[in-house]
């Protein structure tokens, strides 16, 4: 299950169903998960997309399965749906990293918005993941010498410098730079930078 | 006689003429007698024969005691009692208007998501009517599961005795059984039903039963999440006992789930006691008052091999109620 959906985790059938038919209505991907432990043996994770939970449910309830889906490192974001009375609840899940709460009854066109920015989130986070760990591979393949060059080249120094402090050939520094570039899949120093700027920016 | 009540004359002629055969035995007799100013006078008369060293009667003794302020503390008890209930009647009710409040939530949330939804779609160009009325259908569906709710309020609030009709109860807990037989196999609950065959009809209102059921069925459902599945097993049982007059209706709902700790098994009747988190406390209080109203009696036992048990018993023959 790698499509992102909106996961709506809620007891009661008609709310499910109900939830479902808005958020299609708007071409939202939507999945429906009867009680928190359902989803939560269903869990994997490559699950991706977001969670639109009932903070009250028979059984685990809507606070008991972030805090299980937080302690497995899932970071999809969680909209909470709250009934009267238990806002400290939702503002106490908000505090632990919960995307937003919603409480009832509430304008569900403006629910559909915020699921819809929340996958815009998950979804950023995704790429910044695979973006991440692309740098990162690329990164690997570079020798300690290489780094060492890449270290001086970021710095903005001439090869000639690069060579004169590091005490090798102006040709060998050449040749380290072009192998950097071609690793590395960039075409200039400042691509360069820019790249592992990215990296460090999330 | 000038002095009998002229409202109660035929009553007072009947008693001054029967102490020849009564009056040994009887207590005394409350009498309404009018005072010189002419207010009524409420009384308790005592008539006793005089004998003389013989044996032979020659003549009547009898006391007249003014009970009327006794009487009016009497009433006003009585009142003082009536209008206690019924404040207990509306403590309960606000508590059971909040749970209320929750349940006819849902099917509200759940109408108003399917009409933005509909507006949403009506909107876009690739709408198919059919969707809308398979939405339709469903917010009308909401409209009634919300109405039903309302009804369960005015069958609460409604200070009447339960409706009475002939009713089968087996029936009614196949019904009720039938209910949960998709949540039922959702958790891996296997509901075994031990119904007599041809249990006779019962006086009593077909919906209240049926909700006491539900409640004690979902209870048991509930209560074995984390018992292996070859143990989730939900037994209910219905037979007749006694004889004649004293014949009546036994049903048992058991289940091996987590039972109830010895402390709290006196509590769970009391209304607003719960063990859930999302528990009101009100489910068994109303399931006992129900079956309390049908002049039966409602209780819980723990189960032997683990688990619950919760029985009930409706007599056949349903006494008048005072």
């Known amino acids: ?202 | 006689m000038p002095f009998w009540d002229p409202d109660y004359l035929i009553t007072s002629e009947l008693q001054s003429e029967g102490p020849h055969v009564a009056a040994l035995s009887r207590p005394g007799f409350e009498s309404h007698l009018r005072h010189r100013e002419g207010q009524s006078v409420h009384t308790m008369v005592h008539i006793a024969p005089l004998i003389d060293g013989d044996g032979t009667q020659f003549g009547w003794l009898s006391s007249v005691l003014d009970i009327t302020e006794a009487k009016s503390l009497e009433e006003h008890a009585r009142q003082q009692e009536e209008k206690l209930q019924f404040t207990a009647r509306l403590v309960a009710m606000g508590e059971m208007a909040s749970s209320l409040a929750h349940e006819l939530n849902q099917p509200l949330a759940a109408i108003s998501s399917y009409s933005t939804g509909c507006l949403n779609r009506i909107e876009q160009a690739d709408m198919q009517q059919a969707e809308l009325v398979d939405a339709l259908q469903k917010i009308c569906r909401q409209a009634q599961r919300a109405g039903a709710v309302i009804r369960r309020i005015y069958e609460f609030v409604r200070r009447s005795e339960p409706r009475q009709a002939s009713c089968d109860l087996g029936e009614i807990i196949i019904d009720a059984a039938a209910l949960f037989e998709g949540e039922a196999r959702k958790r891996g609950v296997d509901i075994r039903l031990d119904v007599e065959a041809h249990l006779p009809q019962i006086m009593g209102d077909r919906v209240l039963l049926e909700q006491v059921l539900v409640n004690l069925i979902k209870n048991g459902i509930e209560s074995m999440p984390g018992i292996l599945e070859e143990f989730r097993v939900l037994h209910i049982m219905a037979n007749t006992s006694g004889e004649n007059s004293d014949q009546h209706l036994r049903v048992a709902i058991s289940d091996r789930g987590s039972g109830i700790a010895d402390n709290d098994a006196s509590k769970i009747f009391l209304p607003f006691f719960t063990t859930k988190p999302e528990g009101m406390g009100m489910g068994l209080n109303i399931c006992r008052s129900v079956i309390e109203s049908h002049h039966g009696r409602l209780w819980y036992e723990p189960n032997p091999g683990g688990g619950s048990i919760f029985k009930l018993t409706l007599p056949l023959r349903a006494k008048r109620s005072p």
Request: hydrophobic share 45%.
């Open chain 1, 1 to 202: 299950m790698n499509e992102p959906l909106a996961h709506i985790i809620d007891d009661d059938e008609a709310i499910r169903d109900a939830l479902n038919w808005l958020l299609r209505s708007r071409q939202v991907s939507t999945a429906t998960w009867a009680s928190a432990e359902s989803f939560l043996a269903a869990w994997h994770e490559k699950f991706c997309g977001c969670l639109i939970l009932d903070i009250r449910m028979p059984g685990m309830s809507g606070l008991e399965l972030f805090d299980q889906l937080q302690g497995r490192r899932c970071l999809m974001p969680v909209i909470f749906l709250t009934g009267h009375g238990d806002i400290p609840l939702a503002v106490a899940a908000l505090k632990k990293g919960a995307y937003d709460f919603l409480e009832k009854p509430f304008d569900d066109n403006d629910l559909v918005d915020r699921v819809i920015a929340a996958l815009a989130q998950d979804s950023a986070r995704r790429n910044h993941q695979i973006i991440s760990a692309d740098i990162a591979a690329r990164l690997a393949q570079l020798s300690p010498r290489e780094r060492e060059v890449m270290e001086h080249i970021l710095a903005g120094k001439y090869n000639k410098v690069i060579a004169d402090e590091m005490r090798i050939a102006m040709r060998t520094v050449e040749v380290h730079r072009a192998r950097i570039f071609e690793k590395m899949g960039v075409r200039s120093a400042v691509d360069l930078a820019q790249l592992l700027a990215e990296l460090k920016s999330r």
